[in-house]
């Protein structure tokens, strides 16, 4: 007989209760796990939007995310004429405030050109932008729906599509417009002073600026080639793909990547302690009937197992239950909970090893109580 | 083949002793004790407390390692010059000691049946095999029609003798008891008595009960006294 089993059934509240316990406890780990994972998939979400290979930038700078950069718009023409570019198109970030639904809404707001890279990687209803002015494709994180309407300085803007999990890394939904509204915008939000030095075209800026250039390369072209010809234009840096990603986990979101990275860790190392205490208080609640168990002839494999298949099963349906309820609630976090199937494979393969090494502590216990303590009453 | 060994007895002590401790916090438990028990008879070791009764009681059953002598169980030598000869003593006891305790020891998550026939799976019967003789042996003790209850719903008197069943499952030869009325009224105590008598009869055993109850002490065949670690017949 599976004694392990007998012992639960006997006391199934209780292990219910601690199991949900545990559950719950494992949830909250997973949960912040799949928090760090949605900051850093965010925070590479709109570098990975417009899927190109080159990043054009202000020199000196690691725009246009990690650092403020302008540089003339009708410098793409240029960019695209490099030998190895295929394309290249002018992009602009701003972040703007925008009324909707008599509440104020941080919008990301992302200017490019219709027939240039820089579009909206998929349009998850609707269509994308297809006029030049006024039209506006939305994350639907915003809670924009089609066809509303929204005012962005002192234009409506329609809203035309929508897409999935467009957030910047601050977790502000984005919202695509062509180049010239968004300019126009850019235009319309500017200090006053600016504003005048803007439209007279003096103090060295235009209306025609923009954040970036994107550029894709073709096929067999090198990135560093393209690269290093755009460094030797002196007012311009070139910044690859892989090399923007790297400035986005590294230096825009580490505070807090590695903020809730240490908190996850600490998370872990408090679950595991609190699984090794229940499962050890578990074996020594039952050190007489352990005795016992002894006195009466069975081998030390009997009570073993008894202590290991239970702390198995308690982690186990912990994990189970903890890796439900957060799968089934992940989508109700304001940001995004990301929760690959690896991540949630190694919290469980965790959760096993501290089983296996707590139930290790009770079994040693298990092991060293004498027989003789069954009979003195 | 039985018939054989009669005369000899089922568990032999020669000049057994132990203590606990070195220098001055030693305490001598057992001295030179020497004890025959044989088959079919059953034996009560009395004494006052601290004399050395439960510390007889578990050298025999082969849970505590004596300081000195030799010990025989059921014709195989154990112990010599304070050795045991066996490493296997769990085995040792699953097949030849049953016990008995003040308190009935029963495995709580286990109802009366899987008490019993827990200690059969262990030494190799089928789970089929094991219930059936637990519930003959409930049966037996009188104590069938609890069968299905849990420990903590038994009175004093049935978990005692499910208890008894436990200790006899594996049909020992040799049964040890600590205080096993104790905690039972005279009548119940009386019944179980006769029933440990009938067991020594009709399953070839011996039986070593240490008691304080004088109500029981017409149900012994002998009566040894612990003073200080001796034995006095
Ligand atoms: N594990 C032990 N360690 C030290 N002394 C012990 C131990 N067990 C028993 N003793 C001592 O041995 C003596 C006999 O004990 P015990 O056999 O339990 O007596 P009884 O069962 O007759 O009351 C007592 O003085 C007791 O204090
Ligand atoms: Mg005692």
């Known amino acids: 007989m599976n004694l392990a089993y007998r012992d639960i059934r006997h006391n199934l509240f209780r292990f219910v209760l601690t199991c949900l316990g545990l559950g719950l406890l494992l949830g909250v780990v997973l949960a912040m796990i799949g928090i760090y994972r949605g900051l850093i998939v965010d ?97 639907r994180s915003t809670g924009l729906n089609l066809g509303d309407r929204i005012r962005l300085g002192r234009n409506n803007f329609t809203v035309v599509g929508l897409t999935r999990d467009q957030v910047n890394s601050g977790g502000d939904p984005a919202v695509y417009i062509t180049l010239a509204d968004a300019q126009r915008l850019q235009f319309d939000l500017a200090p006053p002073a600016a504003r005048i030095a803007m439209a007279r075209g003096t103090g060295g800026a235009s209306r025609d600026t923009v954040n970036a250039i994107v550029a894709r390369l073709q096929p067999n072209a090198s990135v560093d080639v393209a690269a290093a010809t755009i460094h030797r234009w002196k007012h311009l840096s070139a910044i690859s793909q892989e090399a923007q990603e790297l400035i986005l986990t590294r230096s825009l979101v580490d505070r807090a990547r590695r903020q809730i990275g240490l908190f996850t860790t600490l998370l872990l190392i408090v679950s595991a302690v609190i699984i090794a205490l229940i499962i050890y208080t578990m074996t020594m609640e039952k050190l007489k009937q352990i005795a016992t168990l002894k006195l009466i002839g069975a081998p030390d494999r009997a009570i073993i197992g008894m202590i290991v298949q239970q702390s198995l099963a308690l982690g186990l349906i912990g994990f189970a239950i903890g890796a439900t309820l957060i799968i089934n609630v992940k989508d109700y976090f304001p940001r995004r909970v990301v929760l690959e199937p690896d991540n949630v494979l190694i919290l469980g393969l965790i959760v096993f090893v501290v089983c296996l090494v707590s139930s290790g502590l009770g079994v040693r216990a298990a092991l060293k109580v004498d027989p003789a303590t069954a009979l003195g009453g | 083949m039985e018939g054989e060994i009669t005369d000899q007895p089922l568990v032999r002590i020669d000049r057994i002793s132990k203590h606990f401790g070195e220098g001055e916090a030693r305490v001598d438990a057992l001295r030179d004790v020497s004890l025959d028990v044989h088959a079919r008879q ?28 030799a010990m025989d169980l059921v014709g195989d030598r154990v112990i010599e010059d304070g050795r045991w000869l066996r490493s296997d003593l769990r085995r040792l006891r699953l097949e030849k000691i049953g016990f008995i305790f003040q308190f009935h020891n029963l495995i709580p998550f286990l109802d009366a049946t899987d008490n019993v026939s827990l200690v059969l ?41 499910v208890a008894i069943a436990r200790a006899l499952s594996n049909r020992p030869r040799i049964i040890l008891a600590d205080e096993p009325t104790a905690a039972l009224d005279s009548k119940r105590a009386q019944i179980v008595m006769d029933l440990l008598r009938k067991v020594a009869a009709e399953q070839d055993a011996a039986i070593i009960a240490v008691t304080h109850d004088e109500k029981i002490f017409d149900r012994f065949d002998r009566i040894y006294h612990l003073r200080d670690g001796r034995l006095e017949a």
């Open chain 1, 43 to 139: 925070a590479l979400t709109i570098a990975r939007a417009p899927s190109v290979d080159l990043w054009v930038v202000e020199a000196n700078t690691r725009g246009p995310f990690a650092e403020a950069s302008r540089i003339p718009g009708d410098l793409r023409e240029a960019v695209a004429r490099i030998a190895g570019v295929s394309s290249a198109g002018s992009i602009t970030y701003q972040t703007v405030e925008a009324e909707y639904r008599n509440a104020k809404l941080r919008l990301y707001v992302i200017g490019y050109e219709l027939t240039r890279p820089g579009a909206p990687p998929e349009i998850w209803r609707g269509r994308p932008i297809a006029r030049s002015h006024y039209e506006i494709v939305a994350d």
């Open chain 2, 42 to 69: 059953v034996v009560a070791l009395l004494g006052p407390s601290g004399s050395g009764k439960t510390t007889l009681l578990n050298v025999i059953g082969c849970i505590l390692d004596p300081s000195s002598g």
């Open chain 2, 121 to 161: 799976e262990l030494a190799g019967s089928s789970p089929a095999e094991a219930r059936g003789r637990a519930s003959e042996l409930l049966d037996y003790l009188d104590v069938g029609h609890r069968a299905g209850a849990m420990p903590a719903k038994l009175s004093g008197g049935e978990a005692q003798r």
